[in-house]
């Protein structure tokens, strides 16, 4: 009898996920609730997680790298903000005005987020984008924004270009040509296109992902954070730092407190409470954020930035975001997670060199590992941290082999098995298995031809 394939035996390890697919697909169209979700021939669906790891409604136990869209540095569930948020729950979930928490929660993103010096809460990533825009538009009197190639910043209609080729075409239906026609989309690391860009004086903001492409998928040359600062500044224009996922992961105060550029804006989202639903901030200079301020009846009218939402600041996410960020603030996890990473990273590779297969397994100079199979021109001339070589492929069908693989190991990766967020709570043990599971994948993948 022939040898089951992998994706036979997906099927067969998995039947609880596929009948609930299917039966979700009468409910949900696409049977998952995000795009991200999708993967061939059906999701995983899941029940409950802790720590690092997570279990699906078949029983299975996994190690988890998807770390609640790398918000989670602390793994899932972590004791002491689940006990803030049961203690708040008791006491309200929304109070309908001011609420004591939310100086505490502000207090502590001021501390750590060098443009934070002021504070406004929202609900979601995508909503911190959607003001970014705006407050930069509402400041600078300018219609036009700059985004990269690649680079990802949810899903507000203005920023619905940019993310996939062809970069000028949304990737939405229903966004009007005009939600797009200022949205200037750039290669990133490019100096002269930049300036270029900006030379009218018509642009209101610079935004970048702050690693670079989809958590650095694509990375940012270290130089081209100050080229992005002064060129910004040179034609007053706002720099945008989306530190959705970076802030308090990358370092405690985000990208910028590596790297040592300020921009003028940020937005941060699922890392300001370690994932607990509902909560995004644009943080940034004074002198912008007081756009949002109320004065005389002409301003509060006509040139106000004006800011509603039921849940905002509301008191779940600021006792469960101040329980985490006091736990972030003392840099510990940080280097704990960049410390993982790093060991994944340099397993993994020896797994693909072992069978010389052309590829690379970086991270970014931190806790998100990525995979690329395939040649590199740059390969030999960099130390396997940031990638700038913005032409690599990762078609679709393999990363969705390299996650079934993994997951037929116990391994849950983000959807394509690319991309691997690292948290504090990943063991030795998680880390020798994942190595383990992709030595194994790639001898699949080999015997199933699923390398061109
Ligand atoms: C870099 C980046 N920007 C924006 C967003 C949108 O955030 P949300 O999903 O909370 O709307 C995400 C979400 O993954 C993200 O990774």
């Known amino acids: 009898m022939a040898k089951p394939t992998s994706m036979e035996r997906y099927a067969e390890k ?29 999701p995983l669906f899941m029940k409950q997680a802790r720590g690092s790891h997570i279990w699906d409604v078949d029983g299975n136990e996994f190690i988890d790298y998807y770390g609640g869209h790398g918000g989670m540095m602390l793994g899932h ?62 400041h600078t009197g300018r219609k036009k924004i700059i985004r990269f190639q690649f680079h990802f910043a949810g899903a507000y209609d203005a920023v619905t270009v940019g993310y996939k080729k062809p970069f000028q075409v949304s990737v939405s239906g229903g966004v009007l040509p005009s939600a797009v026609e200022d949205t200037i989309v750039l290669p990133m690391n490019e100096e002269a296109a930049l300036e270029e860009a900006l030379r009218n004086r018509d642009v209101a903001v610079v935004m970048v992902e702050a690693a670079g492409a989809s958590s650095g998928v694509v990375g940012i040359k270290p ?10 500044e040179k034609y007053g224009t706002l720099l945008l730092f989306d530190e959705i996922v970076t802030g308090f992961r990358y370092s405690p105060g985000g990208v910028q407190a590596a790297v040592g550029v300020t921009p003028d804006l940020t937005t941060l989202g699922k890392g300001i409470t370690g994932v607990m639903p509902g909560a995004g901030a644009i943080v940034g200079k004074k002198k912008v954020m007081e756009m949002f301020l109320f004065q005389d009846e ?77 040649k590199c021109d740059l390969q030999g001339q960099c130390d396997r941290g940031v990638c700038v070589n913005a032409e690599k492929e990762r078609p679709s069908e393999v990363g969705e082999a390299l996650y079934r ?18 948290s504090a709570v990943h063991s030795k043990e998680d880390l020798a298995r994942t190595i383990r599971a992709f030595g194994n994948s790639l001898d699949t993948m080999i015997e199933e031809k699923v390398f061109k």
């Open 405 to 422: 693989n993994f997951a037929l190991q116990g391994v849950k990766t983000a959807v394509r098995g690319f991309d691997l967020f690292l």
């Open 14 to 42: 998995f039947p609880r996920s596929k009948e609930m697919f299917e039966k979700a697909k009468d409910l949900v169209p696409r049977g998952v609730a995000h795009d991200a979700w999708q993967v061939s021939p059906f």
């Open 223 to 232: 130089s081209f954070y100050q080229t992005m600062r002064e060129l910004t």
């Open 77 to 138: 569930a972590h004791p002491v903000v689940v006990r803030a948020a049961q203690e708040q729950l008791e006491k309200g979930v929304q109070l309908g005005t001011g609420c004591d928490l939310m100086l505490g929660w502000a207090g502590i993103i001021q501390r750590l987020v060098p443009s934070a010096e002021r504070i406004e809460f929202m609900n979601s990533g995508t909503e911190a984008i959607m003001y970014g825009v705006r407050l930069a538009r509402a």
């Open 298 to 374: 002409d301003w509060n009218r006509y040139r106000r930035v004006s800011h509603f939402g039921t849940f905002n600041a509301n008191p779940l996410c600021a006792a469960t975001g101040i329980a985490y960020l006091d736990i972030i603030a003392t840099g510990q996890p940080t280097k704990e997670a960049n410390r993982n990473a790093r060991t994944l990273r340099d397993g993994m590779q020896g797994k693909l060199d072992e069978r010389e297969i052309p590829g690379c397994i970086y991270d970014g100079n931190f806790s998100v590992v990525h995979v690329y199979l395939g």
